[in-house]
């Protein structure tokens, strides 16, 4: 147990950090396990409404892979990935659309409320936040899959200034009307730059970028974004920590001063990355 | 085809109906056939931006049975109904938040985009607006169907005064973060007394009330609300036509001048009743 | 007559035109025949206010010609016209002055609360909004002619944000006080200009721009900035159409995106060229 | 010729004044003497700027009998009185609103603007600020004179806010559009109590209320409106000042604390009367 | 050493504390030991300042007895007190004066700047803040001892909501513009009450309101105001404590829910009252 | 004694120089003998509320010399001078601190209040208004004198427009906290250029540069800020003069128009330099 006067210091020595991040706009990408058990729901919650008391705006971007795949079978039909992305025809789609918008942000909006705040979810078709088209190249057609080519941040903007903590469900809308299914890493980097948001935070299931996927110890904890770009194109990066690290990278060039990979397996890692002196995970800047 | 000048001749008839409705909140209550065809929603979407460019501020709610039962389905569970309502089980209830929040009012948000409005989904669990509890008495125990306690307009309001066109999926959220099932002509009901509506149009399947279901003839266009009330009382008014007339007789008490059952299988319905001088359907007043 | 049907089907095909102007500022000289009949009067009056309910800011420039001449007959003084332009001693000035501010002006904001508005008149001289110098050249002195070197355009726009519809007379002040009769045409080019309209509507008692004045067949339907100019120097422009030709030119050139001529002897022209696909009378663009 | 440092003593001597009326309202009825000459014209401008600069919100209401009488023999009509009211039909009511409206509103515009202030005309059609029905009783039909039945004020405190000093032509309108002759001072009392006004002070040819309307020196300096409302009763005041001290006793009773009778034939007699230690004229208080 | 994870779940903890006292006002008695070292100084500006991250807005009023009496001295004065009020003659006022708003609000202003927080001081003759008269009653003129007889808080409001953290010396000033020396605990329960403060925190150099002074451990640590004031009626309390309950009581009786007198020697006292589960000192409510 | 009218008339005629003046900024530095007798305070408090009341932003900034020696004095410090800039010990620091923050601002703001203002003292630490550091140089330690290195205009600008008047002490404030004792003339011309000052005005004992310092007649009426500079450089300008010349050529070389050197000893010498035709003292331009 940790003594009071304790706990009065520790909230004083949080005061340069406060003082650093108020005001600013944190982007946090929130998928894998955080979002699997109730208690890390819960830690991830709090940590966002803290933030929020706090004088910072954050804003969420989830994904819903896991939960998707399992409707589908539920439904018969097997999930197909090509290149680690979802091959998406129009049934799917709608499942897609069911899963992130009807129930993952929705879910996310109750934790919050119980944590204290008070939260709105955003579909990218809301206010046609993320206006996207379908996604080109490769041998194979990935039917709705999409790349975004616009961010609207009114709507965004709009609830942000009347105190709502805003979760977005990447759902991208085609000029025409189209839904798209956009991935929510490369989302919450084209979000984060066009918010020119202070921090990229994007929450996984390991410590951050390891030299040696199979060795913990051998996380990196600072990189530069040219570094990052550079084991990009080597294929030193794979798997799902590819697109975590193009989200980073993505956000840096365009503006935003650092992102991060943090483990999302440990509780309240946003404020240990935030607001004490020991970074958790990787830092990747300019 | 109709001469320009005579064209030119009828927007101008209308200008007293835009000037009478002009500043005003209309909630109008969406379902049934009225959402099954692409035409019908094009048609129902265009009367929503028309309305809002002329000055008043719609917002819409909106039902989805007839999905939900078929997804239902296609999972493998059987709807079951006791009068009139769905029993809802945990697993149902997810259905019933997917079709709500995931697919139809997305669904309505990219056809207001594409008759040139700007639109938002809200569900009665973003910003905390539809607070709910388990709905009692009956001797079957419905699951999570819910009735509504409270309605918070307060992000609605943020919405429509930011210019977007609101359109709300019935779930409720109980003060425990647990969700409900909420019948949406009830909602509209509360919502459109909660707002201090000018009016609550409900769009249905038949061309208002009837005094024999069977004789469209038998139409009845204007009623009291003490007359619908004792006709709700003694079992004339059954079946899918009750919850409808109850929504309007609830609107009306709480302060909502008059309420309308409108035929949604007629194309700009909305508009006839608006802004010409025929009536359409069934008007219930104090 | 028209079914209630069709009326709310062309209702809702207008709304791609109102989509289009609203928002935007038209400047409408309003003349000749539209300004005799009482008829006529209503017809622009519910024109202006339906504009304005479809959220277009219209402002309205006025003429007076025939009323003033009356006038000074009435009081024994004989109007003399040379070039087509008011030889304006002080006596005549205070005719103008009283025909266009106390008469036409008062009379046309009646009109206007009676289609359910709310007007104004504003003077140039009110709020200094037009600030003119002596006409020079010509062999004639002219008198009280003025031409316009400045519209202070602060109180058009503190009326027109309070919700009111400006209506303009002509009258210019120096900077020493003296006031100019200036030709309301050229003024409503000069004010359209000044407020970058979207569209300066001129209205008169002929189709439009004729190729020959004597056949109502030989109407030029559109017409670029330059063709006009040319047009105006080769002299083939005459009359009372020169003015108009002028003014509709002089806001182009400001910026104003399109000029229109049209039929005012027409009822609701204002309204047929706004909102039906049907172009009347004669556009000029850049 | 006045010292420099005896000026400077003068203008801090003034600022107890200054403070006192700050923020308030002024309705000045300007008419008689002090209307006719150039010299009396610039002198009153300069007094409503003053009062405009050290923060006070004049507004002036003007009549002009005289200028209408001599229109009407100009063009050959002979003025009728009945009771001291002008007979006015329909032709008349035009001259009426010609010259009020479109002369000398537009003149004081115009001397304001000279002597530095902003200022804008408003007729009680302008904005439907004052609104009238036809004068009942009495055994002659007077046609268009009408009474007041109720003050808009929104206009007239758009125009303030906005920082234009607005000039009040009388002209009433009746809410089937018809134009009424209002007499000047009467409107005078009436908007100024509907504004809420501190004062009202009403410029005549005499010094004030005199007992003996030939002796000066008989003036009453301040009277109870009790007094006056006797007074006028029991027919002590007659002519030209009855309506004068009617309006008076309306403003007081309408809940404007002080209304002053000032002499408008002295020069800056306003200010005399408001930022020195000498009453000048007849103050009427509760 | 505490760990970054154990750091992180106490400023977590805290959130349920900072969710209940954002965007409240907290009044905060500053004096005694806490403000003569420069160890305690800055944790006292620390708290503020966090406070003030966290969305509460914190105000200080400050004493400074013992330096007063510490200038008197070097100035040849001799400090008398009767019943623990300073006998204040002319000169005496100027020194309070001096040390106060000269010295100690300036210092104070300094620390907070270098905690990291924006800060203005205001003495009670600044915006006319604190409107006192002359203290009567007892047998001994006090001379320039006031009391409040009105807390103007327009001042303090505005720079408030500018974001400046307000610091008030505790002068008062007469209608007549004498100064007036004011006990400063005694102001900080009125300025409480006037602000609608959420707390009142007085900070003192003993653990809070004793049974017996000479035993710490007999500290009360919830008292209702009524038995407050019962025990200051009885004479249970005395000395420096006196005016400190006092206060308490005062503000209580304004409408402050709660007052607290904490021990100023202990670093960060404020947070540990406000942020943890421990309650530190005497709690007084209603 | 001088005529009502002629009174009226004076008001009148300085209504070009409140035009001319209206919604500027003055700096006024206010030291000297104007600051010792009562008659004095009373007359420049005066002149401060009249142009608060014409619409003029007036700021006072003020020294205090005189007095800071005599308190020195008292507590029996020798006060010692370098080329005129007193040598400031720590001690001597809190001694400057105390007599302008805590006696001097504090006295004019109470006189203004009594001439029927309202103000606010802002030392330099205040709002960190002006930030400072050592003043170099020198062949003697000065100890705590300081120069300007910026001027953090928002605190007064928000106290301008919330209607209070400004009453500026000289402290400076370092980075590190350090107080800095700051030449008053100096900081008026740094302050007059930072908030864009339409004049800055500093009050002396002299009737303004002399030619020759013996002779009041040689008084130079207007001087260009070029000439101004090359009689500084030249050594013409002497003692106390230096100080205030240099400001005057400070603030002009900051964009002020115009700055003036006023005799302080005359009463409502501000007054008669802005409201009269007659410039008094010395007037300093680009």
């Excluded at 009071?4 to 949080?14: F, G």
């Excluded at 965004?156 to 839904?179: C, M, N, Q, R």
């Excluded at 365009?254 to 990979?261: F, S």
């Amino acid at each position: 147990m940790v003594e009071h006067s304790m706990r009065a210091e520790i909230l004083v020595e949080a005061l340069p950090y406060i003082r650093q991040w108020t005001g600013t706009t944190m982007v946090i990408k929130y998928g894998g396990a955080a979002m699997v058990s109730d208690e890390h729901k819960r830690s991830v919650a709090q940590d966002l409404v803290l933030l929020q008391h706090v004088g910072i705006k954050p804003l969420v971007v989830h994904g819903g892979g896991p939960r998707i795949s399992s409707l589908m079978k539920q439904m018969g039909k097997e999930p197909v990935f090509v290149d680690g992305q979802r091959v998406t025809d129009v049934e799917t789609m709608e499942i897609v659309q069911m899963v992130l918008v009807g129930l993952i942000g929705q879910d996310l909006v109750t934790h919050i409320y119980q944590a204290g705040g008070r939260a709105v979810t955003v579909s990218g078709k809301d206010g046609k936040t993320l206006v996207a088209c379908k996604k080109c190249g490769g041998a194979v057609d990935l039917g709705h899959v999409g790349e975004i080519i616009e961010v609207h941040t009114e709507l965004i903007k709009t609830l942000s200034e009347a105190g709502y903590l805003v979760v977005v469900s990447t759902i991208g809308t085609g000029e025409d009307g189209e839904a798209y299914n956009i991935n929510a890493d490369t989302a919450a980097g084209e979000i984060a730059g066009a918010l020119s948001a202070e921090k990229l935070i994007v929450l996984s299931d390991v410590p951050g970028l390891l030299r040696d996927p199979a060795d913990e110890g051998s996380l990196v904890a600072t990189l530069k974004m040219a570094e990052a770009q550079m084991m990009l194109e080597s294929g030193q990066i794979e798997g799902g920590m590819r697109p975590k690290v193009e989200a980073c990278v993505r956000a840096v060039s365009l503006g935003v001063p650092r992102a991060h990979l943090l483990d999302g397996r440990l509780h309240h890692s946003i404020i240990m990355e935030l607001f004490t002196d020991r970074g958790v995970g990787t830092m990747i800047e300019r």
